[in-house]
């Protein structure tokens, strides 16, 4: 089986064209073969790039667990960048089908090279649809949510972007918090589905550093969905403004909220590491 390995912010995963490859039917155990970075190709996860009925391409994606995730931000970018390279669709705006629906990336030129902009769609801040079991704060969103996590206290916002993030501004992020706490979070009973947690420090109104624990495959260089969740949570706390830069660990990703529409934009990177068959 042919596979490319690519990234966006550091954010690495292994992609399997299925316009030209039949990869095993058992997904998940594939994912977790390819994905570890010892015995495998290495990675975050499994990326499978499909035809759709409905738009230019389909994108699936697991985790390095093998569990399932209906959306990955640095990830839909890649699969933008591949459909292109492979000659599957040459647009420069392409419709990606997705576990959190259809959505649009926009092909852009960066004074590095290519970028990439997502329309990420809505954020969700129902607490029922996050989904969370924490108290609202407002009868409806959890903002800034008191949770204890193996006695350290937090002070949780819960956002989903396709998939469920609860994010916590700090004044330093570290090691404990983030490998740690953050593992406790994704498994605490608070969140069904388990969660994705972020850690975020403040620069300014217009620049953010996060470090995030994924739910499936731990720390990871970079987070799409997570880099939106943040800076929608620091909005709703006045933490920040609707457009912000988020520093993180793999590198850069420009985020903004558009108030009049209520969608997320995200703009990064999308680069191919290598080739190769397995």
Not at 19 to 29: G, K, L
Request: charged fraction near 25%; proline fraction near 3%.
């Amino acid at each position: 089986m042919k596979f490319i390995k690519m990234q966006g912010a550091g954010n690495d995963y292994v992609y399997v064209d299925c316009f030209t490859e039949t990869p095993d039917d058992d997904y998940a155990q594939l994912a977790v073969r390819l994905a570890d970075r010892h015995f495998g190709v290495g990675g975050d996860g499994l990326v499978l790039v499909q035809p759709s009925d409905v738009a230019d391409g389909r994108m699936r994606m697991f985790n390095a667990d093998g569990s399932e995730s209906k959306m990955c931000g640095n990830a839909i970018r890649c699969v933008a960048k591949l459909l292109r390279d492979n000659g599957i669709c040459a647009k420069n705006v392409v419709r990606i089908e997705t576990g959190n629906g259809i959505l649009t990336v926009e092909r852009l030129k960066g004074d590095g090279g290519e970028l990439y902009r997502v329309d990420m769609g809505e954020p969700i801040l129902d607490a029922e649809k996050v989904p969370t079991k924490l108290t609202p704060t407002d009868g409806k969103t959890v903002i800034e949510a008191p949770l204890t996590v193996d006695g350290t206290q937090l002070k949780v916002t819960c956002v989903s972007m396709g998939n469920p993030h609860a994010v916590t501004f700090v004044e330093k992020i570290d090691d404990n918090l983030v490998l740690n706490i953050g593992k406790k979070v994704e498994t605490n009973a608070n969140f069904p589905n388990r969660v994705n947690a972020e850690f975020a420090r403040i620069i300014s109104k217009s620049e953010i550093e996060m470090r995030v624990w994924e739910r499936g495959t731990g720390e990871t260089l970079a987070c799409g969905t997570g880099a939106c969740a943040t800076l929608v949570a620091a909005v709703l706390t006045e933490r920040a403004s609707p457009k912000a830069t988020i520093n993180l660990t793999g590198g850069k990703l420009e985020i903004e909220w558009d108030k009049k529409t209520n969608h997320v934009y995200m703009t990064g990177n999308a680069v191919e590491v290598f080739r190769g068959e397995i």
